[in-house]
């Protein structure tokens, strides 16, 4: 039977649960009027209700996981299954094959050994079917009753469903801690396997990058592993060119729309701001390797370059910049608003213009939240990965002239695991090792910043 | 009008003179017909209960309601004779003249050196570091301030006591020279001890500088004031010397207020 | 990386995947197309492009719903690749030559013009050119009579079999020009490869990942860059990137299917024979392949040079009857 | 504010000081200036952004097609209704030979060299327009025929001079022009640029999505409201707040190694499906929605938990009877830009497969596939102009369904904002 | 015990009993050994200057203040003689028996209607739409509030005047049939008017249910309580018929606060 109907099924018993008791509960009432409930009868309903959908629930997956298996078993012990290939693929393959032609899910085999099991198959999923009817049938009998015959008036209920609703809400909020954990553990482990192949000490302070992903496993070479390159160039791109753009007009733009714009014109803008910070990162990168590159590029021939790079440093770094504007205005425009009017009043009062009192007062009590918003950017600008896939190169270099072609941690990334990932060689477990750094870098800068920012918003308040 | 002006009130020199002022925040009007002439030699107090407009007619008189977009200011204000609500005025050059010093103490987070510093600076008072040294010198000391932190000009302005903040914002509004000072409840923020240095101060400057302090306080009022209005629901009730309006007020509203009746 | 067919994670899969040559890719893609209009029972087939390299080592991880059946490659299987095959279980595998292609060395139309060699090409990519340090910058470094440009050279990584057959059709071919190292061959077969075949890491051989197009691209948009990639692309970009003559022969279709362009080699795709019944469509997947392969097939528009009619109908014939390769005719 | 330039205001103060105002006067104007400059630099960058891609956009929504009429009555190809509706009807016309048919249609009407260029697949369009009305085997009919991609590019005015010739010839006849391409709507990826479509990868973006937002929101709201009205102040609730507040600030690409390590590491067959790409990029969208869920929760007046509490309202009817309706607009805000943020998201998806070539849209969560942005990285490495075009297209429908979605947010927002 | 209780104060049933209950935030003790009966039939006021801890006692009484983290409740407090404290108290049937009306109005943002019926609903208090329109109807009645609304009762609760709010919420919390209803200055928010209409409707639920109002005017305590306690800095200081309270306080602070020395 297919999950989806037991599933169904679970809930209709649920249902019929929830419908007995909540009649149970109205009759306590009818039996003596003025009696006063402990609970609302919905609560007895929905006491009942849990007890049967949890436990038919816990065994329908428990079903659905061993009943193929079974199935399967008894299918092979059918006389058909005897001239089955011993190849253990082939043979899953063609019950597989039988297996849909007998739950309907495809239409006919393919494969003439199927055609004999397909009959073989629909008896046996119709017997376990009946099983496993039977028994969800009899869990939900059992737990229903049991459920139901523990209500009275003075059955406190809703506590209890209460304390049920409090474990889900729990368990929710634990999802977040399993995640940061999926993401530690993933990494970690791979980051140890890289390094049981390569030094730490290659990987952190080499300076050459040239992972061959062909060279034998068995023997990797460390000297081809130096990360230096990629950390310059990710630091050249996101922290050093994108920022150069990014803070400058990130912070008038912030100052602009909170200090000048009409209510009118900011209407229009701030809305035109989010847009720009809404355009997916893969529309940027388009944008960068289409028209900002070759522009770039040109450029670097009106210098006079002799040959320069259609993957620069900077046209991805400029694009990066410009992504990150949006992001740089709305933390700036926060830290600003959260200086008191006072200031901005004791600095007008003194006779001073508006872009005084912004420059010399405004800024400064703002800089730890622009600091700490600038940290939150460069942590976004490190980390981003499509513009510099599609604009900056592969190649690794450690160069200071933004516009030679340079690359980043996330686009060695991509490129080792692109395709297919073969968890034992260390080109692709580069990856992992690159990742723990990128994710330990991002996870101070946030960590840090968003300390300062809520201590600081807290000294105003 | 519908004030009421105490009959012996003599003539004095006008710093500022308001005449039909009224003062809307959107739709709602703040402030109802006010005339006044704030004098030059001496402090003059607005009291009267929570809401009634004393604060939004102090900042009426240096503009800082400009800062508030729905604020809408209607009538005459002048400054020595010119208006200052008249196109073309210059609101930099009158806020300079026209000082201010706010309820809270809102010293800058900057150094106390730099929090006097700021104003001769942006204005461009002081050639060279010498004449800034001296006015901030000059300032806190007229300010009472000096003796306290002159061993720690490079301390941040924040880590002063509230009494001492307060004073240095007293002290950076005297530094840029102004002719008048207003000053919104200084004390109601500070404890009594503070609060009679301040009233101290305001003593020592009275004379030198038109003076206008809003207050909660009658005591206060009657302490530091030679003149008051009285303010009730936006409109000025009465106006007259300090002592006339604490001892023979005119109005029932004045009266009613100063024995406590409400507020 | 999940073993055996447990539980649901093994599971089913009912659509075709290929992995592999980059070169190949292209003309999978089109293939596969044309599978999924002629067959609309079946579900259209997954091909990914990773590398010829990549493709077979993938490929020869085992059997099962978890690893490909089909590897593109564009160049033939190793015999050690085909001992891992074995070692995992792949042991019948189906070798089919799905035509010819050439690594082609080219610039942008109106760009740089060189008539190459392959000594002049090992010197200017060699990490150590015959053993020694790596200095040449313009192509005029190399060899006098070449234009004094800078060398900029992108070409294809490591984990694909346009390097292979750039490593065995030139590089070797350019590094056994030296006595030295023609001796070294027999001496020191190991460090041979190393002198012979490593390219140079200092930036000024771009390795482009498994994009052909994106160096096509790149050269179009740089005059001086030189794009290695196969022929299949020069002829589907004709109009932006021009060939270089390699020992004064063009990369053409005819020079190509002679051989007498030196960087000519065929194509293959692996397929494995276990998986001809176990995945619905495997066969007339290859079926597909052999309908459209000719010389005036919808592959050659797209740049694919036909087999020789001999080597074509062997091929033809492994397509229907599935026969497998033997590891002994691998080098 | 006043004019500084203003004449009639009278100097009050030394003649330094009146110079140096004007100065300051002079500098308020410049700073204000660069203000909006950098605002419209960013407002200008988005509209070059929209117009480049609109304008190269347009043409990828176009096909330039052949005029072709063929006459069925002639052909000699037989079609009986019930054998057209089966799944081999295209191979059935295939082996009666409707290329050929076509072919020699395509020269009459064409000529040699035009026929030529008419797209090695054109005959499956004849195919499918007979399958779906097997009359027009009786009749003589006009078809619109996809051309080759080099005969496009021709027409576009690029490539071989030959063909740029022949495109010419051709449109001059009337045989050749651009139309809206219908197909482009419906049909998967393709090698030819003229066959390529977007609906296969807006389609795994759709099934996708929806993944993540079955996951996403349930369980992003459920912890918002723990960690805002239950979550005692203690260590482990720290340690929930602080992973969540890293988890949105951890980079995307992040979250694609924790798919590849752990998802398909569990389920290796789901490779490249909406399922494996939903469930990762809902791990990723959860913090954003906890996170506004949060504020959106807080801004709910504590008087309103107080009222319902002091009727005997127990803390969780009072979160989910009054304090849920009222920040829900606010959750669904937050979960529309966190969506939106998903949707447009690629980094992740490459790192678990979702880049592969599929020629026909995914028939379900677990079938192999691809999404827009994905989609849009892997036409921009082609370098057919028709795929240019394609991709500002391709870029062109993702940016619309971004848009609705943020107008939908600042619409709630502005809608809800400040209810109390 | 601190409390001065007038010794002319005739024994009454006590609904509720306070027995030398200390309330701490944190470390701070915000009420100080409090001990108090509230009548049965009779209206309980509170008052004393800000702060005093006149809002935190009350909150102990229906067991409000558990919803802050900080707050720590010691001493005994007992609803017809059982320990409200005692671990196995469900506080949403205390919550039920002891209404709270706050001092800012705050209806659900829901209609009138279901503002009302929202408290028999969730007890169960009414079988059937006919049960619980009647219960609407009834308390908006006693309310006073139905003449008013009963053509809109599917308005917003949001969209009454203040003082309705007021009584819509003193409506709702009559709606789940309390024995005693809390009130913390219930009209500190309306205008006079309002407050009137408020204080009659004290006067009419007088006797049914045991009131207790927080009250920063002396003269609301006069108006509508027959009992009277007087907080200072978390102490009762004084406790009798609001008549004795008035006329003849036996504490100087209660003197002193009363003819408006302080507060
Ligand atoms: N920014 C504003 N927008 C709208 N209304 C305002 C604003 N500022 C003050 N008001 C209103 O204007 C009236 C006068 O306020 P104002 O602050 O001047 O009173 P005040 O006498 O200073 O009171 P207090 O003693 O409490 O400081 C009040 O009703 C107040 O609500
Ligand atoms: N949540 C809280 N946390 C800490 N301290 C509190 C809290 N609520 C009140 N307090 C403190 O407890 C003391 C008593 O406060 P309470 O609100 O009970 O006074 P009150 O008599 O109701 O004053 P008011 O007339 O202003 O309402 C005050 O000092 C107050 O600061
Ligand atoms: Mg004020
Ligand atoms: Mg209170
Ligand atoms: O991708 P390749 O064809 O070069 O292996």
Request: glycine letters at 8%; hydrophobic letters at 45%.
């Given at each position: ?10 809930l209709?018993?649920?249902l ?128 229903g ?46 980051t ?13 302070f ?14 990797p070479?460390?000297?081809r ?6 950390f ?19 912070l008038?733009s912030?100052?602009?729309l ?40 040109d ?14 440093a ?6 990066m910049g ?7 205005s ?11 009017q006072?200031m ?9 213009t ?11 009590a ?14 976004r ?15 690794a ?8 072609a ?36 991002t996870l ?18 | ?71 809408r ?67 806190l ?103 006339d ?12 207020y ?6 | 990386?999940?073993?055996g ?40 087939p997954?091909?990914e ?12 991880k ?10 593109n ?12 095959c ?19 060395l ?64 030139v ?15 027999d ?33 179009e ?28 022969v ?16 065929p ?8 998986h ?54 691998l080098? | ?14 003649a ?47 096909r ?10 002639q ?6 209704p019930?054998m ?52 027009t ?8 025929l996809?051309a ?6 021709g ?85 929930i ?37 939903g ?13 506004s ?12 938990r ?77 370098i ?37």
């Open positions: 039977m297919s999950p989806a109907i037991l599933l169904l099924l679970a209709g018993l649920g019929a649960g929830w419908l007995a008791a909540r009649a149970r509960a109205w009759s306590f009432r009818r039996a003596k009027p003025g009696i006063k409930l402990a609970a609302l009868p919905s609560y007895h309903a929905w006491y009942v209700a849990l007890w049967i959908a949890v436990p038919v629930l816990l065994f329908v997956s428990l079903w659905t996981v061993i009943s193929p298996g079974l199935i399967t078993q008894s299918v092979l012990a059918d006389a058909a299954a005897s001239n089955l290939p011993s190849f253990g693929f082939q043979r899953q393959m063609i019950l597989n094959e039988a297996r849909n032609v007998a739950t309907g899910a495809a239409p006919a085999v393919f494969n003439p050994d199927a055609a004999a099991l397909v009959d073989p198959y629909r008896a046996a999923i119709a017997r376990y079917q009946w099983i496993g009817l039977a028994v969800t049938l009899a869990i939900a009998f059992m737990t009753v049991w459920a139901f015959l523990r209500l009275k008036p003075d059955f406190t209920a809703r506590t209890r469903v209460e304390r049920a609703v409090m474990g889900i809400l729990l368990a929710a909020s634990l999802i977040a801690i399993l995640t940061t954990l999926g993401i530690v553990v993933s990494l970690v482990v791979e140890i396997r890289f390094f049981g192949m390569v030094s730490p000490l290659d990987f952190l080499g300076t050459h990058w040239g992972p061959d992903p062909m060279a034998n496993p068995e023997v070479d460390g000297s592993y130096g990360a230096i390159p990629l310059w160039g990710t630091i050249f791109i996101g922290a050093i060119i994108a920022m150069i753009v990014a803070i400058p007009l990130g008038m912030a100052i602009y909170t200090q000048y714009a009409t209510p009118r014109l900011r209407a229009w803008l701030k809305p035109a701001l989010e847009i720009l910070a809404g355009v997916p990162t893969v529309v940027y990168g388009y944008f960068a390797a289409l028209t900002v590159a070759p522009a770039i590029r450029l670097g021939f009106s210098l006079g370059m002799s040959n320069p790079s259609s993957e620069s900077l046209a991805a770094g400029l694009v410009v992504m990150i504007i949006p992001f740089v709305s933390m700036a425009d926060d830290s600003i608003a959260a200086v008191p006072a901005r009043d004791g600095s007008l009062a003194m006779g001073a508006t872009n005084e009192t912004i420059r010399r007062v405004l800024v400064p703002a800089l730890p939240g622009i600091v700490a918003g600038v940290m939150l950017a460069i942590s600008a490190i980390g981003e990965t499509m513009i510099v896939v599609m604009a900056a190169s592969t190649a270099n450690l160069s200071a002239n933004p516009l030679e340079m690359t980043t941690v996330t686009v060695q990334i991509v490129a080792m695991l692109t395709g297919e990932g073969s968890f034992d060689h260390p080109a692709t477990l580069s990856a992992f090792a690159l990742g723990f750094v990128l994710f330990l870098v101070g800068l946030n960590f840090i910043a968003l300390r300062v920012v809520k201590r600081y918003r807290e000294a105003y308040d | 009008m519908v004030t009421v002006v105490h009959p012996n009130l003599e003539d004095t020199d006008a710093k500022m003179q308001a005449r039909d002022v009224s003062v809307y925040y959107g739709d709602k009007k703040a402030i109802d017909e006010v005339s006044i002439d704030i004098p030059t030699k001496y402090v003059t107090a607005f009291i009267g209960p929570s809401g009634c407009g004393k604060s939004t007619f102090l900042r009426t008189l240096n503009r800082m309601n400009d800062t508030i977009p729905s604020a200011v209607e009538g005459l204000i002048e400054l020595d004779g010119a208006d200052i609500y008249r196109s073309g005025m210059d609101v930099v050059q009158l806020r300079a003249r026209v000082g201010m010093v706010f309820q809270k103490p809102n010293p800058f987070p900057k150094s106390i050196y730099e929090n006097i510093a700021y104003g001769p600076r942006i204005h461009g008072l002081a050639e060279g570091k010498d004449e800034l040294d001296a006015i901030v010198e000059k300032s000391q007229r300010a009472g301030l000096w003796q306290e932190v002159k061993d720690r000009l490079q301390d941040s302005g924040t880590a002063l006591s509230g009494g001492q903040q307060q004073r240095l914002c007293i002290a950076r509004a005297i530094a840029v020279d102004p002719e008048v000072i207003l000053m919104d409840e200084p004390c109601s923020a500070l404890d009594p001890i503070a609060t009679a240095k301040i009233e101290e101060l305001i003593d020592e400057l009275n004379g030198s500088y038109a003076i206008v302090i809003v207050t909660h306080s009658m005591q206060q009022a009657a302490r530091v004031s030679q003149r008051t209005a009285f303010f009730h629901l936006g409109k000025m009730v009465e106006y007259g010397r300090t002592s309006i604490f001892t023979t007020p005119l109005e029932k509203r004045t009266q009613d100063i024995t406590g009746r409400y507020g | 990386a999940c073993g067919n447990g539980g649901d994670g093994g599971g089913s899969r009912d659509s075709i995947r290929a992995v592999g040559s980059s070169t190949v890719f292209p003309f999978a893609k089109a293939v596969s197309e044309s599978f999924v209009r002629s067959n609309p029972d079946f579900k259209s997954i091909i492009s990773i590398g010829s390299g990549a493709g077979i080592s993938e490929f020869c085992g059997l099962g719903p978890n690893t490909p059946d089909i590897a490659a564009s160049r033939r299987m190793k015999a050690s690749e085909f001992a891992t074995g070692s995992n279980g792949v042991t019948d595998i189906i070798e089919i030559q799905v035509g010819l292609d050439g690594i082609a080219a610039s942008a139309q109106g760009g740089i013009t060189m008539n190459l060699t392959p000594e002049i090409v090992y010197k200017a990519l060699a990490a150590k050119p015959f053993g020694k340090e790596q200095t040449t910058k313009t192509w005029s470094d190399v060899d006098p009579s070449l234009p004094n440009k800078p060398i900029l050279v992108y070409g294809p990584p490591s984990t694909s079999g346009t390097r292979d057959a750039l490593k065995e059709l590089l070797e071919a350019g590094c056994k020009t030296n006595a030295d190292m023609k001796a070294l061959k001496s020191n077969e190991d460090e041979f490869k190393t002198l012979c075949t490593e390219v140079r890491s200092d930036g000024l051989y771009v390795d482009q990942g498994e994009q052909d197009n994106l160096i096509v691209q790149k050269i948009s740089n005059p001086n860059a030189v794009g290695i990639f196969g022929y299949s692309y020069l002829e589907e970009n004709a109009d932006k990137v021009q060939g270089l003559n390699m020992n004064g063009a990369p053409t279709y005819d020079n190509i299917a002679s051989f007498a362009y030196p960087g000519a080699r194509l293959y795709i692996y397929v494995k024979k276990a001809l019944n176990a995945i619905p469509g495997l066969k007339e997947f290859l079926a597909e392949w052999s309908n459209v392969w000719s010389k005036d097939g919808p592959l050659a528009k797209l740049g694919l040079v036909a087999s020789p009619d001999d080597v074509m109908a062997a091929n033809a014939k492994a397509v229907t009857e599935f026969t497998t390769l033997d590891g002994a005719q080098k | 504010m006043t004019d500084a330039a203003e004449p009639t205001r009278t100097p009050t103060r030394t330094a000081f009146e110079k140096r105002l004007q100065q300051r006067y002079a500098a308020e104007k410049r700073f204000k200036a660069l203000g909006l400059g950098a605002v419209l630099f960013s407002v200008g960058v988005l509209l070059f952004l929209l117009v480049t891609m609109t304008i190269n956009g347009i043409g990828g929504f176009q330039t097609e052949l005029t072709v009429p063929i006459d069925f009555s052909s000699g190809i037989a079609a009986d019930v057209m509706e089966q799944a081999g009807a295209a191979n059935s016309l295939k082996a009666q030979g409707l290329p050929a048919v076509v072919e020699f249609y395509a020269v009459k009407a064409l000529g040699e060299a035009g026929a030529e260029e008419l797209s090695a697949t054109a005959w499956r369009d004849v195919a499918d327009a007979v399958i779906a009305d097997p009359q085997l009786s009749s003589e009919v006009t078809f619109n996809p080759s991609a080099d005969l496009a590019a027409y576009s005015g690029e490539g071989s001079p030959e063909l740029q010739a022949l495109a010419a010839d051709l449109a001059d006849k009337g045989v050749l022009e651009k139309n809206f391409d219908t197909g482009f709507l419906q049909r998967a990826d393709a090698t030819d640029p003229q066959a390529a479509g977007i609906w296969g990868a807006l389609k795994g973006s759709i099934l996708t999505m929806i993944v993540t937002l079955l996951l996403a929101f349930p369980i992003g709201v459920l912890a918002a409201l723990y960690l805002e009205e239950y979550a005692p102040k203690n260590r482990w609730t720290d340690v707040e602080v992973s969540i507040n890293n988890l949105a600030a951890v980079p995307s690409i992040i979250f694609g190694l924790l798919g590849l390590a752990v998802f398909l590491w569990i389920f290796p067959s789901y490779r490249s499906a909406p399922l494996i790409g469930m990762t990029l809902a791990l990723m969208t959860m913090p954003v929605i906890v996170i869920g949060r504020n959106a929760i807080k801004a709910v007046p504590p008087s309103i107080d009222g319902a509490l002091a009727i005997g309202a127990s803390p969780v009817q009072v979160v989910f009877h009054h304090v849920l309706p009222l920040a829900l607009p606010g959750i669904l805000t937050g979960t529309i830009i966190g969506m939106a943020r998903a949707l447009g998201e690629t980094a992740p998806l490459l790192m678990i497969g979702m880049r592969a070539f599929v020629a026909t849209p995914p028939d379900g969560f677990t079938s192999p596939a691809t999404v827009l942005p994905v989609q849009i990285f892997l036409w921009s490495d082609e057919d102009r028709g795929f240019v075009e394609r991709t500002s297209a391709a870029i062109i429908v993702l940016l619309l369904f971004l848009l609705v979605m943020n107008g939908l947010a600042i619409y709630l927002r502005n809608k809800f904002e400040k209810k109390w």
